[in-house]
C-alpha cells in the first residue's frame, strides 16, 4: 500500500494544533468524531466517563463493520491529551522530522498515532481494500493517571482484543508492563522553638530521613523499582517541623514482589516512628504514622499466543520485517484494557522525547508504523 505522504502531515499537523490539554479534550474529539463520521462509521458515540475523570468530555468509540466479516474483530487505541506545556502548538517540519516551533511539546504522543489510524483508514476506504471489523478507542486523561481507560466500561465494545499506539521507538511491541502502586507516608511529630526550646520537638522530617535512608530504591531487581519522589513538610526554618508527608511508589512485573516491597516500605516506616525515644525525658507525647497505598494501574501481560500478539507476527510476516517484543517500565490505558480482559498489544510509533519540548517525530516512521497496522486491519 503507498500511502500519501502529503495527506499523513496534514493530518497530524492539524491534530498537534488542536489544543487538547488533560480535562480540555473535548475541541479534538469533537474535531474527530465529526472525521470519522465522514468517513463513514456505522457507529461513533462518547461515554459518560467525564463524570468519574472531570474531562470535558468523555471517551469516545468510532466502529466500522469493515468488509471481513470472517476475521474477529479488533480495535486501536490512542489517547486524546497531551502532556503540558502544550497550549498553542505550533509544528515545524525540517526534512523528514517534525518538531513543535515553539516552547511546546509537539504532541506526537499520541497524535501521532491518531493521525496514522486516519491515514490508514483513509487509504483503505479510497482503495475499497477489504478490512476487518474494527473499532478505534480515544480516551481522554491518559497523561494524568491514565483516568479515561480507568474509566472506560469494556462492555461498550464489540472487539475483545486490540492495540495501543502509544510507544517510543519503531518496530517495538510491548507485551508487558509492570502493576504500580502509589505510596503516601504521613508522620506527625511535636513543633518546637528550634533555636529556644529544641529539646521539646519531635522532628517529623528527621524520622522520615532515617526510614528513607533504608528503604530500597531505584532498580531493586529486573522487574521491581521503587521511588519517593516528594516530601512536603515544615512551616518555618526556626521551627522544629511536626509534620511531613511522602509520596513515592512501587513497580513490578511480579505481584509477589510488588506486595512484598510495599510491605517492606510500611514496616521500615513504622519501625522508625515506633523506635523513637526521648534521651531527655522531657517530652510526655510520641510521633504517628499514617502509611497508605492505592493501585495506579494494574500488570499488563501479554502471552506468546495471544491474538495480538499471533496477528502482529503475521503481519510483519507479511511485510517482511522483524519486530522486537519487548516489556517496558511505564503504564499506559493498555494495562487497563488487558486488566478488562481484552488482551492488548502496545505499537512503537516512532515518538522521540517525549514529554519535553525538544519532542519529535519522523514521516518515515510513522509510515512505517502506517504500513503494519494496514497489515494488521486487512491480513
Known sequence: MQFNSDRLTYYFTTL?????????????????????????????????????????????????????????????NCHLDVIKPCLGVKVCKINDIFYSAGDTVLGADDKAGIAILIEVLIAIILENIPF???????????????????????????????????????????????????????????????????????NAIQLAAHAVSRLPLGQIDGETTANIGLITGGTATNIIPDYVCADGEVRSHNLSKLY???????????????????????????PSLGFSFSEQYPLMKLEPDSLPVVRTRHAASSLSRSLRFIQAGGGSDANFFNAYGLPTAILGIGMENVHSVSENIKLSDMLRTAELVYSILTS
Do not use: M
Open 16 to 76: 498537534c494544533e488542536i489544543d487538547s490539554p488533560s480535562k480540555g479534550e473535548s475541541k479534538l474529539s469533537s474535531y474527530l468524531q465529526d472525521l470519522f463520521n465522514d468517513l463513514g462509521a456505522d457507529l461513533v458515540f462518547e461515554d459518560d466517563s467525564s463524570r468519574v475523570t472531570g474531562s470535558d468530555c468523555g471517551n469516545f468509540v468510532a466502529r466500522f463493520a469493515g468488509t471481513r466479516r470472517d476475521v474477529s474483530p479488533l480495535f486501536f
Open 132 to 202: 476487518v471489523p474494527v473499532e478505534f478507542v480515544f480516551t481522554t486523561c491518559e497523561e494524568i493517571g491514565l483516568l479515561g481507560a480507568k474509566a472506560f466500561d469494556p462492555s461498550l465494545l464489540v472487539a475483545k482484543y486490540g492495540y495501543s499506539l502509544d510507544s517510543t521507538g519503531i518496530d517495538n511491541v510491548i507485551i508487558g508492563a509492570p502493576a504500580s502502586y502509589g505510596i503516601s507516608v504521613e508522620i506527625h511529630g511535636l513543633a518546637s522553638h528550634a533555636g529556644l526550646r529544641p529539646l521539646h520537638g519531635i
Open 260 to 286: 512484598s516491597t510495599l510491605d517492606l516500605f510500611k514496616k521500615t516506616f513504622q519501625d522508625v516512628v515506633s523506635s523513637w525515644h526521648d534521651p531527655y525525658d522531657l517530652i510526655t507525647s510520641r
